[in-house]
């Protein structure tokens, strides 16, 4: 595991600005050119030991290591242990065996659908003649051998269309799922819920088949009453018009449940799929829902309260997302300060470079960007493809990993990336703008620019050395160098009196450091105004 700190100057001007940042852990790569790995992801405590692990799907993974998309797409599921060592090296895989067996499908985190204490990942996907649901126990001695498999003749289904957890709406114990089943050819769609103690399948709604917008997800407990709730986007077709209705179902021991609240109801208006759980983003106790996406009307968000209404609490100005894989919105507590946090991204962002966003939560939730996260280099990979939030090297901050799969066509084939970025104390509501983070400075940071020597350092002789080149500089007193672990403690502080007009150099040791990757952070009160990464070796 490599560890991070932050040093910062502080320069005495008062501002309404925050600086953001979350340092790059590590990056997974796939194994060979053309592999995407990233294509699907989630977080899931998959061996039992209290900690979030990451799983990736590689899509186009096979044995013989040659990219060839026509008769090797047999998928690879791989596992990324969590840890206080958690890094990019592979833990754990579940390969293909045969064409298209782990190639042509989703990952999902689907809850402990056996009772045991331990969460369970799910599979669906295609194959040539069928497609079906894998889902494999979590156990602290993994397998590699799916522990249940539903399977559908395309005479029944020809895919399968947004599989989510629910939670235990029926109160038993065992989580359960909802999926749906398309059939186009027979102009059929049915929505259903997969049982997870009885394993049987029931059939909410069946339907005329509209665009792929219809699903069921699992939405936490909204209502306060112990007992998670779920909600179905139904989109169908009623004659010549093509007709929506979102509904909360409250958990209730009936299965399913027979109390529902319609939400939103209209006649030929496009909505958004993913929808979901928000978790807590206002801190009072009670799960959270974005529960619309529509036209350029942004995103519609729910309180949780135990009288839940039609009308939502929050309305998201900008729709600023595509995500395909997963929910549009994720959720995780990224600065530790007991509110959910809420991160999305567009993978088609500037030419499907893509990017990745960051709203923290609070009892006034704006809506204002807090942290963006540009694409790193590469041509049209789609960074922010699917992404999943845990605490992935167990240090008390939720993290966020953001895939980057694949950029086609032929011969710009890459691997697939998958990018860790570390949960930080220091992530603050900006309210006032939108602040790039500490991997892309801001457009003006010339004339607050550095240089910083040597680069890597050696872990021999940690000095790091500082020269101040912008002219911003000449007009500030009174900086303060300060050292920042990882989770926001301060490790150390350095006073420099006076203006940098004659001396523009700065030299400091990091005491104890250990070898990984570290950040130099120049703010004027609390505007971050450049940053620049080093290395100790």
């Not at 040093?7 to 592999?35: D, H, K, Q, R």
């Not at 020809?158 to 038993?172: Q, R, S």
Request: aromatic share 12%; glycine share 12%; proline share 4%.
């Amino acid at each position: 595991m490599r560890q991070l700190f932050c040093i910062t100057v502080l320069i005495s001007v008062s501002l309404l600005y925050a600086v953001n940042c979350m340092p790059l852990l590590t990056t997974m790569t796939g194994e060979f050119g053309g592999a995407a790995l990233g294509r699907s992801m989630c977080n899931i405590d998959f061996n039992g030991d209290g900690i979030q692990d990451l799983v990736a799907l590689e899509k186009h993974w096979n044995p013989d290591g040659v990219f060839d998309l026509s008769y090797k797409m047999f998928g690879r599921i791989n596992f990324y242990w969590g840890g206080s060592d958690f890094d990019n090296n592979l833990d754990f895989s579940i390969p293909g065996t045969y064409n298209r067996q782990y190639g042509l499908g989703f990952l999902r985190n689907v809850g402990d659908i056996n009772n045991d204490g331990i969460e369970d990942l799910c599979y669906y996907g295609s194959e040539s003649e069928q497609v079906k649901i894998c889902i494999f126990y979590g156990n602290q001695i993994p397998k590699t051998e799916p522990d249940v498999v539903l399977t559908f003749s395309h005479s029944i289904a020809y895919a399968i269309g947004n599989l989510w957890a629910l939670g235990d709406v029926n109160n038993d114990g065992h989580a359960d799922i909802g999926y749906t089943l398309i059939n186009p050819v027979r102009d059929i769609a049915t929505m259903r819920i997969f049982d997870g103690s009885s394993h049987n399948s029931i059939i909410l709604y069946s339907f005329q088949w509209g665009p792929n917008a219809s699903g069921l997800t699992g939405i936490g407990d909204i209502n306060n009453d112990g007992i998670d709730d779920y909600l179905s986007s139904h989109v169908f077709r009623q004659g010549e018009n093509t007709c929506t209705r979102v509904t909360v179902h409250f958990g209730s021991n009936e299965f399913p449940s027979s109390d529902s609240l319609t939400i939103y109801s209209g006649i030929n208006t496009v909505i958004n799929s993913c929808l979901g759980p928000l978790g807590d983003v206002n801190g009072d106790g009670i799960d959270d829902f974005v529960g619309l996406i529509y036209g350029s009307g942004g995103y519609k968000i729910w309180y949780g309260n135990s009288n839940i209404s039609a009308n939502w609490d929050v309305e998201f100005p900008e729709h600023i997302s595509y995500t395909n894989d997963g929910y549009t919105l994720i959720h995780g507590d990224f600065n530790g300060d007991g509110y959910s946090d809420i991160a999305t991204s567009n993978s088609n962002y500037y030419g499907a470079d893509g990017r990745a966003y960051i709203w923290l939560g609070g009892q006034n939730l704006n809506g204002i960007v807090d942290l963006v996260f540009p694409a790193p280099p590469g041509v049209s990979e789609r960074f922010g493809w699917a992404k999943a939030a845990g605490d992935f090297n167990n240090d008390g901050y939720c993290d966020l990993a953001v895939s980057q799969p694949y950029s086609h066509p032929a011969p710009l084939w890459t691997p697939g990336k998958i990018h860790i970025y570390l949960g930080n104390a220091e992530l603050t509501d900006t309210t006032v703008g939108v602040q790039d983070d500490c991997v892309a400075p801001s457009s003006n940071s010339n004339i607050w620019e550095i240089n910083l020597y040597p680069n890597p350092i050696s872990q021999l002789e940690t000095t790091v050395n500082i020269i101040f080149i912008g002219n911003g500089y000449e007009k500030e007193r009174d900086l303060n160098i300060e050292i920042y672990n990882i989770k926001g403690q301060k490790l150390s502080a350095h006073k420099f009196n006076g203006t940098l007009a004659n001396s523009k150099n700065w030299s400091g040791t990091l005491t104890n450091a250990e070898s990984g990757v570290y950040f130099v952070k120049i703010c004027s009160g609390d505007k971050m105004l450049v940053t620049k990464r080093f290395t100790i070796q």
